[in-house]
């Protein structure tokens, strides 16, 4: 008798083709764009936006990261040494904040309510955050609490605000691709396949920083609508 492989059973908060028609249609709006350039890169979509921000603005966000950055946190089980950053989560109501959140959802096309807080994060010389993936893993006992808060991650958006003077590179070992940080601009990336299925090889590390500082922000984007979901009820 032949065993049967089971089948996993369908989770409408890891819906593929949601998954996938997202990536399909945030790939034609940045196609379109002709201030974004894509990367010749072909296992994932990846996209920068030179000068997003003004270094007005990335000094204004940096000031926010600074005044209430603590060490940051990883899911439960994660070493301390694998992320070594500090990390915040500005005030969405703070005018800066919503503008730059209005502005990056509005290129990749993406309402904000699909969008998580901008997370802001600062490492110093020695920190890193070692090779890690942005879509959640199904198998991981954070996804019991993840798929109800607004299921999974599709594209990550990241803004360096500075440039330490060496190290700090955002490096994607399975595409053999890297970036070095410059202030203002944006690195986009889908962390899903075109046929909805998560990306493994969008697998990326924040190398160590050797020289300076580095601050950046990253938003993180779910299949379902995070802010409904999370937002405080009045």
Known sequence: MIEQTPVAE????????????????VGRRLDADPRVRRFALADAQV????????????????????????PSTLYEGGPASFRTSDSCHPDR???????????????????????????????????????????????????????????????????????PESGGNTEFPDLGFGMRPRAGKMLMWNNINLDGTPNHKTLHTGTPVTAGAKHIITKW????NWLEINAPKT
């Not at 936006?49 to 603590?70: M, Q």
């Not at 703070?94 to 290129?107: F, G, H, K, T, W």
């Not at 020695?126 to 199904?138: A, S, T």
């Open 10 to 25: 369908f989770d409408p908060n890891h819906d593929p083709a949601k998954l996938a028609e997202i990536g399909a249609h």
């Open 47 to 70: 996209y920068v936006y030179e000068g997003f921000l003004s270094i007005d603005e990335c000094k204004g966000l940096i000031d926010l990261i600074d005044a209430t950055a603590i």
């Open 93 to 163: 109501t703070n005018p800066l904040v919503s503008l730059v959140e209005a502005r990056m959802s509005d290129v990749l096309g993406i309402d904000n309510s699909h969008a998580e807080t901008m997370q802001g994060q600062r490492y110093f010389v020695g920190q890193e955050f070692k090779p890690h993936h942005d879509f959640f893993h199904l198998d991981q006992e954070y996804w019991k609490v993840e798929r109800l808060g607004g299921g999974q991650r599709t594209w990550t958006a990241m803004i360096f605000l500075d440039e």
């Open 221 to 224: 984007y779910r299949q379902n």
